[in-house]
Structures are given as C-alpha cells and as structure tokens.
C-alpha cells in the first residue's frame, strides 16, 4: 500500500506475529501481547502474556518459538512467570518484567532459566521492592532502569547491587511536576544517556526527567485525557529517535502518535483515534512499540492478538553513475591562399609628330629698266616663308597596377571529442523520514 502524499510512515500495518482477532496457544498463536523487541537479526521477541510466556519469531517467520516461560503455566521459580508485562532484547541479553512476581528477570539467549536482576523481595515500596513494573530500559553498562507503578518511581538497578536507586518520582501520586500517576513505558534518550522519558500513563502525558533530577517537564500531552491531536488517553509507551521525535502508544485512543521536539500537538502515525478496529490500518489497545535497525515500528496490538509492523515511507531512487570517455581527434587543416601578384604596366608611347613646313623662298628681281625715263626701278619680292614646326607630344602615362600576392595560412584546429556514456542504474531505497538513527546494540521495548 502506498503512503499517503507528505507522510513518514506507510499508515497499513503488516502482522508479523499472531493472527488478528484469534487468541491461542500455539505456535503461531498469541493471546494478549503486551510488548514487543527486535534484536539485531530482526528476530522478533513477543511478551505473551496470557500465555504466560515470551515467544521468538526468526525474521520472516510466523511461528514463534518459547523462549522464557511454560505456556499456559504461572509459577514464581526462575523459569516460571506471573505474567510478562515489559520486556527488552539487547545484544546478547532478554529482559523480562514478570508482573505479578514484583521481579525483573534476566536470559541469556537460549537458556531455560532466568537471573533475577530486580526486585523479587515481594510487593513493596522499599529499595529493594518493586510494586508492578510495566516498562524496562538497560543500557550499554548493563545498568537495568524500570518503572515502579504502585510506587510512582523510577528506579535504576545498578547490575553489582541488589538495592535500587530512585532516579525520578517516589513523591506520591500526583499531577505535580515532581510526581507521577501511573508511570509505565520509560525510555532512556539516544543522543543523551542523561535524559529520561516516563509514559506517565494516568497523567496523560509523557514527562521528561534529567537522571537524578528533581522535576520533570511535560513534553507531550498533559491536557487531560482526550482525543485531540494535543491530547493523549493512557499512553504505555514511549521511544525516541535521534532527532528528539517521540513515538507515543497512546493505548486508550487506539494509536500511536508521534510528537516533534517542541511540537505542541502529535501527528498520527497509526490507529484511528479514539477507535478500536482489526483491520491492517487500525489497532485495538496498542501497548509496547520499538524499533529495529531498518527503522521500522512494530506494535504490540494487544486486544487484536498480533503484532503489527508499519513501514517508514520510501521512494525508489535511480542512482545513475556516467563514465566519461573522451577521445580528442585534432584535424589540421592548412588553407594556403596564394594570391600572385599581377603587375599590369600600361605604357602609353609619347609619339611626337614633328611637322615641318619649309617654305621656300623664292626671291625673284624683277629688273624693268626704263629706258625713256632713266628710271630704274628694282622691286624686290621677298616672300618670307615661316616655318612652323608643331610638335605633338602626347604623354606617356605608365599605369602600373600593382596585386599584393598575400599568402594566408589558415590553420583550422577540429578538436572532436567523443563522449561514451556509461550508465550505471541502481536501485536504492531512500527513507524519506527523518532519520531514526536506532541504536542496534538498545532496541528498546515498553
């Protein structure tokens, strides 16, 4: 199924354990599950209360195998329980609250008895008593933190001591900021080994306590029992990731919500609130939640016989890796332009045409001689002849047209890169969700 556009988390539950609405005893049976652990192999941890046993699923399997308590059996001896309220898987280690025996039970994987590591010294409010214990938290130091509910505390089992330190509360029941009323689900923050947050169940608020303060402080709810998104109704469990979100099983309202750091109201994750339902997008009481190292939630969905997984939502991401070849061709091409250089010389020849007119003169003496009168009269015709010589002289105008012979090499460089694309497509899932940031070694469970 698909997540709703803009949320975190796939709203469709999955059963992993258990069969909805169908309370038994076998295999792959449960009746009332109570809470619920992931170790680092994603096997699946199931306190089965009424069965009055734990049972473990191997990852991917339904059928579950015993491994703390006798089913259908109550007893108080080390493999014996008097139903197994709150449990919580580290590496190497199971943690069991046996409700009504006021102990905190410790298996190691596989082994066919338990270690008493808390309480075990009756019903009773003295250091070394536990008065009903619904939430257990152990750290990387093996230090076993737990809510005493009857006693309105919180408690930390130091593993050398047999006697209990009070971390938070023990002022009596009360609604003050130094008091609990019904402390259940704890939970110790991953980025801050120092800072405590208490399910303060009939309160109806999550209360944030510095270990070995005095007060707390209300981080979610608190504004009386209700359905309202600023409203919680009996919360039982509370986790947190590495961004400070919480995870709250907000039981009486059939969901589980989830508030930001600072948020003043939560934002649904699962369940219909206010209604109990048995289908894949509904629960009925939900009581311990937890992570695995995928990140995703499981809940124990008591009323419904079943433990429920919801996914954090995802997008397919194509991660496309290109390798680059490139193969560089140079081209030179060399253009040589010649241009020759034509001189054209135009001559233009001055001919000089010299006329010469030569006139010759002819002198002729013309003699009369008058003999009656001695007159002589001599006449002398001289015809002058003028000589004109007319020279011609056209200039000689020489043209010479001169073409500059350029030789031009151009040179043209032709870098041709081929480019061979080599592409890579894997298939990766991105979790679109704030990162959960899920200590493998301290899947908590309330």
């Given amino acids: 199924t698909a997540c709703t556009p803009g949320s975190s988390w796939n709203a469709t539950g999955l059963t992993v354990a258990g069969t909805t609405s169908i309370s038994g005893s076998n295999s792959t049976l449960l009746s009332y599950t109570n809470d619920v652990g992931v170790d680092i192999y994603l096997n699946l941890y199931v306190a089965d209360a009424n069965n009055q046993r734990i049972q473990r699923f191997a990852s991917g399997s339904t059928t579950g195998q015993t491994v703390g308590g006798v089913v259908g059996t109550i007893g108080s001896t080390s493999n014996l329980f008097n139903y197994p309220r709150a449990i919580f898987v580290s590496t190497s280690t199971l943690f069991v609250s046996d409700l009504y025996n006021y102990r905190i039970q410790r298996y190691t994987y596989n082994a066919s008895s338990a270690v008493t590591v808390a309480g075990g010294n009756g019903l009773g409010s003295g250091l070394n008593q536990i008065n009903i214990c619904h939430g257990i938290y152990v750290d990387v130091n093996g230090t076993v933190y737990f809510s005493d509910y009857s006693n309105n505390r919180v408690m930390k089992e130091l593993n050398t001591s047999s006697t209990g330190v009070v971390i938070a509360?023990?002022?009596?029941?009360?609604?003050?900021?130094?008091?609990?009323?019904?402390?259940?689900?704890?939970?110790?923050?991953?980025?801050?080994?120092?800072?405590?947050?208490?399910?303060?169940?009939?309160?109806?608020?999550?209360?944030?306590?510095?270990?070995?303060?005095?007060?707390?402080?209300?981080?979610?709810?608190g504004n009386s029992a209700g359905s309202a998104l600023n409203q919680l109704n009996t919360p039982r469990a509370v986790i947190s990731d590495s961004s400070y979100n919480l995870y709250i099983s907000d039981t009486n309202n059939h969901r589980i919500v989830v508030w930001a750091s600072g948020a003043t109201v939560g934002t649904l994750l699962a369940g219909t609130s206010g209604t109990a339902g048995s289908t894949s997008t509904t629960l009925n009481y939900p009581n311990g939640i937890t992570f695995d190292t995928n990140k995703h939630l499981y809940v124990a969905d008591s009323n419904n016989f079943r433990v429920q997984k919801f996914m954090t939502c995802t997008v397919a991401t194509t991660?496309?890796?290109?390798?680059?070849?490139?193969?560089?061709?140079?081209?030179?091409?060399?253009?040589?332009?010649?241009?020759?250089?034509?001189?054209?010389?135009?001559?233009?020849?001055?001919?000089?045409?010299?006329?010469?007119?030569?006139?010759?003169?002819?002198?002729?003496?013309?003699?009369?001689?008058?003999?009656?009168?001695?007159?002589?009269?001599?006449?002398?015709?001289?015809t002058t002849t003028t000589t004109t010589t007319t020279t011609a002289t056209t200039s000689t105008t020489t043209t010479t047209k001169t073409t500059s012979t350029t030789t031009t090499t151009k040179t043209t460089t032709t870098t041709s890169r081929t480019t061979t694309t080599t592409t890579t497509t894997a298939a990766t899932t991105t979790t679109t969700s704030k990162s959960l940031n899920c200590n493998a070694d301290l899947l908590s469970t309330n």
Avoid at 172 to 193: E, K, L, T
Avoid at 351 to 356: G, H, Q, S
Wanted: hydrophobic share 20%; glycine share 8%.
């Fill in 169 to 221: 509360g023990n002022n009596g029941a009360g609604n003050a900021s130094n008091q609990f009323n019904g402390p259940m689900g704890i939970y110790i923050d991953v980025n801050n080994g120092s800072i405590l947050y208490v399910a303060d169940s009939a309160n109806h608020r999550i209360q944030k306590w510095t270990i070995g303060g005095t007060t707390g402080m209300t981080v979610a709810g």
């Fill in 319 to 382: 991660t496309t890796t290109t390798t680059t070849t490139t193969t560089t061709t140079t081209t030179t091409a060399t253009t040589t332009t010649t241009a020759t250089t034509t001189t054209t010389t135009t001559t233009t020849t001055t001919a000089t045409t010299t006329t010469t007119v030569t006139t010759t003169t002819t002198t002729t003496t013309a003699t009369t001689t008058t003999t009656t009168t001695t007159k002589t009269t001599t006449t002398t015709t001289t």
